[in-house]
């Protein structure tokens, strides 16, 4: 059992960017403008011209952080180019492809529309790392206005037009030339998110029939009842049009979650399994490893054995996989949420890349999507989320001696216990897998009544 801790005062950087109420701490004009600034600044290296590229989703609230975040940019001695609601892996092959120093994506990727975020890319197209993030917070919090630029070094904006397109052909670089999807019905739900133009036509381009829902974003609905987390409308919606085959993007289209044409929702421990064998297969699986979380069932590390590839590891959030992927020099990422990271193509999570790998293999095999997904019997496995009010619950002594009886009877029963905190929501999660159900399901709520008892009790 692992806690993840982020312990500097007043930490500004959660496990995926910034995040959280939109105009509230972090995330209202004020502060969003020096945020800027001090990325800005931090990032002023060399005598250039410096370029940040930022898009957003469809929150009603990025027509807030966006010009505060611009402003703050051009104070810093920035230019500054706005590519509007666009996925976030789209941003990191943007900033690559203009040769732009950083990329700024506005989101909350999952969260609700009330929520927002700001995620940050270096001029290599990764998020930043944890000491960038400290230097950025350092800075935030000694913030002075003599560091900035003077009048005559201040930066511009401009829009870039052609960004959606030049996404697309990326994107469809991804997939066989030679492939087509023509013969396909696909409902492709994009969540009310960023991917709400760019997946229908992708999918369209190369020869489907789309039926598109979670398309119409009207700042609100973003997330709402539809998409990666909540894909019930999704399997309706494959059954009602009799189609073959399920996709939801999140908000900002960086996760992938499928529906077969029996409306059965798979997972992306399922996709990095198609994805990672038949990669294996071609040859093309780097030291024949896959990296994923602690949370990816254990399913998935007995099937990828059985096909004589490694599972590594590692704590729960895209950036650790992508950490891991990059000091191993590795091909194929990912966690169970639907985050699949494939840097043949891109340098973080992108479920329209991840789309169409799968539907290629779909094509290939020539079966139907109930059979071609479903690669491995998941071992059972439960996950409970405890929304707390009292800060440090995980350290109560009677909350740490509930979890350790938990653990010593799961692991007895030859299962596995995980809790975490969120880093992005004031949630415990409680995880646990077993094949003796009755056991799990016991220990779980066991630890999930005692952190109720003391979150009231503390608070």
Not at 62 to 81: H, K, N, Q, R
Request: charged share 25%; aromatic share 6%; proline share 3%.
């Amino acid at each position: 059992m692992r806690v993840k801790k982020r312990n500097m005062a007043r930490q500004i950087f959660g496990t995926d960017g910034i995040r959280g109420r939109a105009n509230q701490g972090f995330l209202t004009p004020h502060s969003l403008v020096r945020l800027a600034q001090c990325i800005g600044l931090e990032f002023m290296w060399g005598t250039h011209r410096h370029l940040v590229v930022i898009g957003k989703d469809t929150r009603r609230s990025g027509y807030m952080v966006e010009p505060a975040l611009t402003a703050g940019f051009i104070s810093a001695g920035f230019d500054v180019v706005l590519v509007g609601p666009m996925p976030t892996p789209a941003i990191a092959l943007l900033v690559q492809s203009l040769r732009a120093d950083l990329g700024i994506m506005i989101s909350a990727s999952h969260n609700p529309a009330e929520d927002n975020g700001v995620k940050v890319f270096g001029r290599d197209g990764y998020k930043l790392p944890d000491k960038l993030e400290a230097a950025i917070t350092k800075r935030f919090h000694e913030f002075s206005e003599d560091d900035l630029p003077t009048a005559e070094n201040l930066g511009s904006a401009k829009r870039l037009d052609d960004a959606l397109g030049r996404y697309i052909e990326h994107v469809k670089t991804s997939f066989d030339k030679k492939t087509r999807l023509d013969g396909l019905k696909i409902v492709v739900d994009c969540a009310n998110g960023a991917g709400y133009k760019i997946a229908p036509t992708i999918l369209w381009e190369l020869g489907a029939e789309v039926i598109p829902i979670g398309v119409h974003p009207d700042g609100y609905n973003i997330n709402q009842d539809c998409g990666a987390t909540h894909p019930e409308a999704l399997c309706q919606a494959v059954l009602e049009n009799n189609a073959h085959v399920g996709i939801a993007l999140d908000g900002d289209g960086d996760r992938l979650i499928l529906v077969d044409e029996k409306g059965q929702v798979i997972n992306g421990d399922q996709i990095l399994a198609m994805i990672g064998v038949q990669w294996s297969k071609q040859g093309r699986l780097q030291s024949n490893t896959i990296v994923a979380t602690s949370m990816s069932n254990l399913g998935l590390e007995h099937y990828l054995k059985s096909k004589g590839i490694t599972l590594e590891r590692t704590d729960v959030g895209d950036r650790y996989v992508i950490e891991a992927m990059r000091k191993g020099n590795l091909n194929v990422g990912g966690e169970q949420s639907g985050h699949i990271i494939l840097t043949d193509y891109s340098t973080t999570g992108d479920g329209l890349v991840a789309m169409l790998q799968v539907l290629l293999l779909l094509v290939e095999e020539g079966r139907p999507a109930s059979e071609v997904f479903h690669q491995f019997d998941p071992v059972p496995q439960v996950l409970k989320n405890y929304r707390y009010k009292t800060k440090d619950l995980l350290k109560n002594s009677l909350v740490e001696e509930s979890i350790q009886k938990a653990h010593k009877a799961l692991e007895k029963a030859k299962g596995r216990l995980l809790i975490r905190t969120s880093g992005t929501e004031p949630l415990i999660r409680v995880m646990a897998e077993c094949d003796d159900i009755g056991v799990m399901e016991r220990e779980v709520q066991g630890v999930l009544d005692v952190l109720g008892k003391m979150d009231i009790e503390q608070g």
